[in-house]
T-cell receptor
Framework: QKEVEQNSGPLSVPEGAIASLNCTYSDRGSQSFFWYRQYSGKSPELIMSIYSNGDKEDGRFTAQLNKASQYVSLLIRDSQPSDSATYLCAVNPSFKTIFGAGTRLFVKA | NAGVMQNPRHLVRRRGQEARLRCSPM?????VYWYRQLPEEGLKFMVYLQKENIIDESGMPKERFSAEFPKEGPSILRIQQVVRGDSAAYFC???????????????FGAGSRLTVL
C-alpha cells in the first residue's frame, strides 16, 4: 500500500464548477496534511495546510480532513482555467513529508 | 526576501560524470529536504537535513548519492558516476520549524533539471 494515494486523473471540470480532489494516507500517526499545486515544468507551491479534523476554508479552496478515515480532500469552488494543474496531496507522519503522485485537473473554459 | 535558491537550473552530464546540485534555504529556515521527480510522476523524498546533520536519508540510494548541509554555505546533493536513470528534476525545499503554526510547511526551489546523456 502506498503511503499517500491519489487518483491520478485527469479530472476534467467545466469553468465555474466545483472540483473535488481526494487523498488517502496509511500512517495513522500523521499530524500535518497539505495540498500543493504544481504547474507543468514548475515547482510545487502550497495551497492549503490542515492539522485538525474538519474543514478549513481559504478563498475558493476548502480542505477537509478525517483522521479516522485517513482521508484528506480539497474542494475548489468556481473553478477557473488557471486552476488547471497537478494537485499533490502531502502528509507528514514523522521527519519527512510524503507526497502522493498527484491528480491532474483540467478546467475547461 | 529571497526564496529557496537552487542552482544550476539545468545540468547536462555524460554517463560516469559527477553532478552537484546546490540549495540555499529561505532565510530563517533551518530544515532542508531534497526530492526527485521523474517526468509525469510525483515527488519522491530523498533526504532531510539540518545544519551539519543528516536527519533522514531513507529515500536516497545507498550508492553514488550523498547530501550535506554544512555549517556555512548551501546544501549540496552529489551524484557520482551518473547514469541515464538519474535524469530527473531535483527539488530542494526548506521549512522553518516542525512545531506550531505552519509546522512542516515546505517552500520549494525552482528545481534543478539533470539530463544524463
Amino acid at each position: 500500500q502506498k503511503e499517500v494515494e491519489q487518483n491520478s486523473g485527469p479530472l476534467s471540470v467545466p469553468e465555474g464548477a466545483i472540483a473535488s480532489l481526494n487523498c488517502t494516507y496509511s500512517d495513522r500517526g500523521s499530524q500535518s496534511f497539505f495540498w500543493y499545486r504544481q504547474y507543468s515544468g514548475k515547482s510545487p507551491e502550497l495551497i492549503m495546510s490542515i492539522y485538525s479534523n474538519g474543514d478549513k476554508e481559504d478563498g475558493r479552496f476548502t480542505a477537509q480532513l478525517n483522521k479516522a478515515s485517513q482521508y484528506v480532500s480539497l474542494l475548489i469552488r468556481d473553478s477557473q482555467p488557471s486552476d488547471s494543474a497537478t494537485y499533490l496531496c502531502a502528509v507528514n507522519p514523522s521527519f519527512k513529508t510524503i507526497f502522493g503522485a498527484g491528480t491532474r485537473l483540467f478546467v475547461k473554459a | 526576501n529571497a526564496g529557496v535558491m537552487q542552482n544550476p537550473r539545468h545540468l547536462v552530464r555524460r554517463r560516469g560524470q559527477e553532478a552537484r546540485l546546490r540549495c540555499s534555504p529561505m532565510k530563517g529556515h533551518s530544515h532542508v529536504y531534497w526530492y526527485r521527480q521523474l517526468p509525469e510522476e510525483g515527488l519522491k523524498f530523498m533526504v532531510y537535513l539540518q545544519k551539519e546533520n543528516i536527519i533522514d536519508e531513507s529515500g536516497m540510494p545507498k550508492e553514488r548519492f550523498s547530501a550535506e548541509f554544512p555549517k556555512e554555505g548551501p546544501s549540496i546533493l552529489r551524484i557520482q558516476q551518473v547514469v541515464r536513470g538519474d535524469s530527473a528534476a531535483y527539488f530542494c525545499a526548506s521549512s522553518q520549524d516542525r512545531l506550531g503554526s505552519g509546522a512542516n510547511v515546505l517552500t520549494f526551489g525552482a528545481g534543478s533539471r539533470l539530463t544524463v546523456l
